[in-house]
């Protein structure tokens, strides 16, 4: 909205830092990082009154998170309060790829809401059912989908090659829409331990931050070899902003967490993610850069299927976080390291954009 308004006055003066998606972009994240760090107390505070037993324990789960009952979930709104407000204030109105972006967070954003007010309200971790959610997270994730191609076509680009592309024609509405949805649940699964998913979340933000940076301007993207797309770099904003919020976020959700992010946040980060990526045509490279929440994902079906087959297990617990607790690992020291391993992912990625 300032951006909007400096630009009606022809960017006079000090509002001509405006311009700068640099600017926008570091403004953004300090914006959202001090907006949740004041609402961040008295809406934890309201959410303890309204909840009351807070977010159901799996009696099943390691036996140390028995400890965590009655800590209020759906924390995801005060992350996604504090990333609306900074967007909104730094973003280009103009911009269909923010649009598109934005309807996939709140999408996302209220369908993990309802799961999560299903859960808390009747006291089961099970929530609403998987078909639904699943029907409801691809419609709203095709509809961005087509957004996106309405602008930038079906191409899929392919790291490791200068100018390499496929052509997905109208497959790539299904293609991009499953990338979306992929994401945001295994993002969801992630967020299984006090500030393990928040600060992944973040390393990913930044990493995304540079790379539609670059793809956004023509000099860079040509240089390095990439799909150039006008506009992308206006999702800076957005990186920068949800960067911000998980920040604060992690400020309340670090060991003991005073808070749970729920699906409301995990759900609408991932798929936020997942759309950033389709948007600037690099899918691919975001299965590196989110490395982490692949994984994650990948132990739940595996555990799955073999389960249902043969009836034994190959991890002790799936998703692969709660194998390690399992194995006698302390929760501080499986989440220090799997932040390492997302930095080391997001570094690999980047090394990507180079590599052609």
Known sequence: MLYWLAEQLNFPGVL?????????????????????LLIGPRFIGWLRLRQGKGQPIREDGPQTHLAKRGTPTMGGLMILTALMLSVLVWMNVASIYL?????????????????????VTKASHKGLSARMRLLVEFAIAGFATWLIVSRNGTLLYLPFWSGGALDLGPFYYLFGAFVI??????????????????????????AFMLIVYIVGRADYAGYLGLPHVPGAGDLAILCGAMAGACLAFLWFNAPPAAVFMGDTGSLALGGTIGV?????????????????????????????????????????????HHHFEQLGWAESTVVIRFWIISFVLALAGLATLKLR
């Open 99 to 119: 649009w598109a972006c934005l309807f996939v967070t709140l999408g996302f954003g209220a369908l993990g809401f309802m799961d999560d007010y299903d859960k």
């Open 181 to 206: 949805v992929a994401f945001g649940n295994a993002v969801n699964l992630t967020d299984g331990l006090d500030g393990l998913a928040s600060m992944p979340v973040i390393v990913a933000c930044m």
């Open 16 to 36: 001509n830092l405006f311009r700068y998606l640099t600017f926008r972009a570091g403004a953004a994240i300090i914006t959202a990082l001090f907006i949740g």
């Open 276 to 320: 950033i990526a389709v948007a600037t045509h690099h899918e691919i490279v975001l299965a590196v850069i989110g490395g982490l929440f692949v994984v994650e994902a990948l132990s739940v079906i595996i555990q799955v299927f073999f389960y249902k087959r043969t009836g034994r297990r190959v991890f002790k617990m799936a998703p692969i």
